[in-house]
């Protein structure tokens, strides 16, 4: 579970690079190669927080049930549980808006058509 939050979060800093440069840098490529590390972020921080809900939750449970002849309780924190999961949704709505950049390309290309030719600006 450790090495999947590490690559989600490389993951996620790489795209956060690739963000920065696509910014400055138009075209569908950037917004491709932004889109697939921000899937690989989205991936990778999926799996992780999905694992570490299911963790916490059953160690809970079995500590709860356990323990409470001795005296001994859990409590399942929501801090944790609640950033990884918002850094899940985060890096999903930036792989969209990358998916979006892709499908819209270059808004800013003006076509002309004079006497048969066509340029692009």
């Known amino acids: 579970m450790f090495l999947i939050y590490c690559i989600g979060a490389g993951a ?3 795209a956060l690079v690739g963000a920065l440069i696509g910014v400055l840098v138009s075209g569908r490529m ?5 889109f697939t590390l921000a899937n690989l972020a989205f991936f990778s921080l999926l799996i992780a927080s ?10 809970c449970n079995v500590v709860n049930q356990h323990g409470n002849d001795i005296g001994v309780y ?13 850094a ?10 990358w998916i979006f950049e892709f499908f ?4 800013d290309q ?10 692009t600006y």
């Open 12 to 14: 996620t800093g790489l």
């Open 30 to 34: 950037g917004a491709f190669v932004n």
């Open 50 to 59: 999905a694992i570490a809900t299911g963790i916490i939750n059953k160690v």
């Open 74 to 86: 859990a409590y399942k924190g929501t801090t944790f549980i609640g950033m990884s999961w918002a």
């Open 88 to 97: 899940t949704i985060l890096i999903l709505l930036a792989g969209c808006a």
């Open 104 to 107: 819209k390309g270059r808004g």
């Open 110 to 119: 003006v076509s002309y058509v004079m006497e048969g030719k066509e340029e």
